[in-house]
Structures are given as structure tokens and as C-alpha cells.
């Protein structure tokens, strides 16, 4: 099952940024996961959300996110971003084959 990495970037240090910004695609790419969303446009339609950017990758499974996340080719690069902003980091599952059931809409496990 695929895996997303989602992101959401409050920058403070944009040209700071920039740096961790052209050295992790590569680093994505060598560990199999691609962007679905990173730069462009990004309009809220519903509800308050703050100025932040948002970005999605996607993993062949939560195996090889975790993976990527925990390398030594990540743990090099990932100090560039250090100071530039505030970071949420989300690793979620992708599209279940199942049915949901009363408890997905709960939070709790099955």
C-alpha cells in the first residue's frame, strides 16, 4: 500500500530555506518516493488554515517512508532546514482496499 509524507512548512527564512529545498529531491527520488504537490498555488477553500505551505510525497509503502526518513542521506541534508521555519510531519497510509468501519470514523484502531 502506498504511503504519503505530508507536509506542512510555516517558512520564517525563506533564502535559508532554499538550500534544504533543492537538496531533497534528489534524495527523495533515491530512496523511491516522488512529489504529488510542492510549490504552486494553494488557495483554502474551507475552514481557517494558517500561511503555510504544504507538500506531499508518495512512497511505494510506509516501509520505504520510514526509511528515507531515518537515512543517513536524509540526516545529512536535514540540518539545512534547521531554524527556517516550523514543520508538521505526517506519514499516512494510502486508499484502504476495505470498507471502513464505525471505529475508523472514531479514531480508534479495529
Known sequence: MSAY?????HLTD???FAAYARA???VVARHGGHYLVMGGEQQSLE??????RTVISCWPD???AL???HSADYAAIKPLRAGTGSFRV???DGMQTQALNDTATEGKAP
Open 90 to 92: 505526517l506519514l499516512a
Open 5 to 9: 509524507l505530508i507536509i506542512e512548512a
Open 14 to 16: 525563506p533564502q535559508r
Open 24 to 26: 531533497t529531491p534528489a
Open 47 to 52: 475552514g481557517e488554515h494558517a500561511a503555510t
Open 62 to 64: 510506509r516501509a520505504a
Open 67 to 69: 526509511a528515507f526518513w
